[in-house]
C-alpha cells in the first residue's frame, strides 16, 4: 500500500496540491487578479448601497464603484499570472492589519486618485506602521518573485476606498470635486466616514470578472467541479476507478485503502438526500469508486467514510448548500484546523484524503487513532462543545441496542483568502460498547450552530437521526436522554 502512495505521489509531481496550485479555468491568467480587504458587508456598504438612486441623479457623469465591489487593494497583480504561484502569492500578499488587540477603525477623507486624478476615494487613516511596514516588505518580495510589476502605489501604503470614477477627468474635474464636497457634507449619514475592520473582513484575491470583482478560489473552484462532473460522466458510461487514473493517478489504491479505514472508523450512511430528493450517488457509480453498501428494509446505505470523502467529491447532486464536494474543494477545513493545505482532498500532499479526515476528527473528538494510510499532522484547534444523546432501541428480536449519539461543535478560525459564512465544523459521531465511529463532518454558520448550543436537557423518548446517519427503521426507540450542549 506504501509503495501505491509513492508511486501516485511521483505522479502527481506536476499537479500541486488543491490548495496550494489552484486548478483554474483556462481563461483565469488573462484576467487581472488583486488582493484586497472586501468592504461589502460593512456599514458603509450599506449606507453606500442606499444612496446609489441620488447619486445617479446628481452626479450623471461620473461611474460609482457598486456596494458589493466596495474594497481597500493590498496588492496588484495585474494581468498573466499563473495558477500554480496562487499559493506563494498569498504568502506575500494578504497582508491585513493586526487585529489582535481589537478592532481597527480608521477615517476617511475624500481625495483625488489615480495617475490622472480622476477617482474620488477615501484616504484612510491613521495608517498603523507596522501594517504598512509588513505590508510593502511582502509587496516588495512579491515583486522580486516575479508575481508583480512595480506600480505607482509602491513605496508608500496609502489605504483607501475607491468611490466614483470619472472618464474624462480633466472636463469632469469639477464634478469629481462636487462630489467629493457632496460626500463630506454627508459624512454623518456615512458613518462619520469612518471603516472599522474586524476579523469578519477576510483579505483575499479578487479577479476583475466582468463589472464584478470575483473571489479567486471561488472562479478557481469552477475548475474543480468540472474535473469531477467530467470523471463523474465516465463512471456513469462504464468506467472502473482504475481507468480513471488518467486524470487522478493512484486512484484504484487510494479508494481501496480509503475503504479499509471507513469500514473500521465510521458507520453507515443513507445513500438518499432528503433535500434533493434524489440518490446522492447511482449503485453503480459507486460500486466503481468501490464504496461498500447494501438496502436494509427498502433503504440503502453505504460506508459513510468513503462516502463522505471521495464519493462528494464525484456526486453531481444539487442542494442549495451547492454540490456535495463544496466542503473538500472550496471549505478549506484542513487548513482552517491548522492542517496543511489540501490535506483533506484527493491529491493530499502526505497521506490518503479518507485517512487524512478520520485521523482529525478522531482527534478532535477526543478519541485518537493510529492510522498507517494517515499523515502524522494533528489539529491545532479544539472543540467548542459536544451534545450527546443517550438512546436505546428495542430490535425486532427483543434485543435492545444503546447508543450515545454526539453532535461536536468546533469552532474554524478565519483564513486569509476564504471568504465564507461558515464559522464552525460540526462533527456527527456514534459510540456503542466503547467504540466510536464517525458519521459526518461538514462547515456549519453561526446560526445553525446557535440551535445546537441552544440544545437543553431532554429525556423524551423520541430520536430522529439526522445528517444520513443510518439506523434500521424496524428498531423502535425505547429511550432517549440528553445533558444538552455542554
Known amino acids: 500500500m506504501k509503495a501505491a502512495f ?5 505522479l502527481l509531481t506536476a499537479v500541486a496540491a488543491r490548495a496550494a496550485a489552484l486548478a483554474c479555468p483556462a481563461d483565469a491568467g ?5 488582493s484586497s480587504l472586501p468592504l461589502d458587508k460593512t456599514k458603509f456598504a450599506a449606507q453606500w448601497e442606499k444612496v446609489q438612486p441620488e447619486l445617479a441623479r446628481e452626479f450623471p457623469g461620473l461611474r460609482f464603484e457598486t456596494p458589493e465591489n466596495l474594497h481597500v487593494t493590498l ?10 504561484d496562487a499559493g506563494e502569492m498569498e504568502k506575500l500578499s494578504l497582508d491585513g492589519p493586526d487585529l489582535s488587540s481589537g478592532a481597527l477603525a480608521m477615517k476617511g477623507t475624500p481625495e483625488l486618485f489615480g495617475p490622472k486624478k480622476h477617482v474620488v476615494a477615501l484616504a484612510l487613516s491613521p495608517v498603523p506602521e507596522e501594517w504598512a511596514a509588513r505590508l510593502m516588505k511582502n509587496r516588495d518580495a512579491a515583486t522580486a518573485r516575479g508575481f508583480r510589476k512595480r506600480d505607482m502605489f509602491d513605496g508608500v501604503f496609502k489605504p483607501h476606498v475607491s468611490l466614483a470614477f470619472a472618464a474624462k477627468p480633466e472636463e469632469q474635474r469639477a464634478e469629481l470635486d462636487r462630489f467629493a464636497a457632496w460626500i463630506s457634507k454627508r ?33 478557481c473552484a469552477s475548475a474543480d467541479y468540472a474535473f469531477f462532473a467530467g ?24 479508494l481501496r485503502a480509503a475503504a479499509v479505514v471507513s469500514r473500521e472508523h465510521w458507520t453507515d450512511s443513507t445513500t438518499f438526500d432528503e433535500l434533493a430528493k434524489q440518490a446522492i450517488l447511482p449503485p453503480a457509480v459507486m460500486d466503481a469508486l468501490l464504496i461498500p453498501h447494501e438496502t436494509t428494509a427498502g433503504i440503502e446505505h453505504a460506508s459513510a467514510g468513503i462516502m463522505h470523502t471521495w464519493g462528494y467529491l464525484f456526486a ?20 482552517r484546523l491548522g492542517l496543511p493545505a489540501g490535506a483533506f482532498g484527493p491529491l493530499a500532499p502526505r497521506g490518503e484524503f479518507t485517512a487524512n479526515v478520520t485521523a482529525a476528527l478522531m482527534t478532535l473528538i477526543g478519541h485518537p487513532v493510529s492510522l498507517p494510510g494517515a499523515a502524522k499532522d494533528a489539529p ?93 427503521p424496524a428498531w423502535t426507540v425505547v429511550s432517549q436522554r440528553s445533558a444538552g450542549f455542554k
Not at 509513492?6 to 511521483?10: F, G, I, K, P
Not at 488573462?30 to 488583486?34: A, G, H, M
Not at 496588492?75 to 500554480?84: H, L, Q, R
Not at 486569509?416 to 467504540?435: M, R
Open 187 to 219: 459624512a454623518k449619514r456615512f458613518g462619520g466616514l469612518e471603516i472599522t475592520f474586524d476579523r469578519s473582513i477576510a483579505p483575499a484575491f479578487y479577479l476583475v470578472d466582468g463589472k464584478r470583482f470575483t473571489p479567486l478560489r471561488e472562479y
Open 380 to 472: 491545532k484547534v479544539r472543540p467548542l462543545g459536544r451534545l450527546e444523546q443517550d438512546v436505546t432501541w428495542k430490535k425486532p428480536d427483543g434485543k435492545k441496542v444503546r447508543m450515545t449519539v454526539s453532535t461536536h461543535l468546533v469552532a474554524l478560525p478565519p483564513l486569509a483568502g476564504l471568504e465564507t459564512k461558515d464559522a464552525y465544523l460540526l462533527i456527527y459521531e456514534t459510540a456503542e460498547k466503547g467504540k466510536h465511529r464517525l458519521v459526518t463532518a461538514f462547515p456549519i454558520e453561526e446560526g445553525f450552530a446557535a440551535s445546537i448550543k441552544a440544545a437543553k436537557a431532554s429525556s423524551d423518548p423520541v430520536f430522529k437521526p439526522r445528517f444520513n446517519l443510518n439506523i434500521d
Open 316 to 335: 453531481q447532486v444539487k442542494t442549495s448548500f451547492g454540490l456535495k464536494g463544496k466542503r473538500w474543494l472550496e471549505s478549506r477545513v484542513d487548513e
Open 75 to 84: 496588492s496588484f497583480m495585474g494581468a498573466g499570472w499563473k495558477a500554480e
Open 231 to 254: 470523471l463523474y460522466e465516465r463512471l456513469q458510461n462504464g468506467a472502473t476507478a482504475a481507468a480513471l487514473e488518467d486524470k487522478l493517478p493512484g486512484l484504484d489504491a487510494r
Open 30 to 34: 488573462s484576467k487581472l487578479l488583486f
Open 6 to 10: 509513492a508511486a501516485a505521489l511521483l
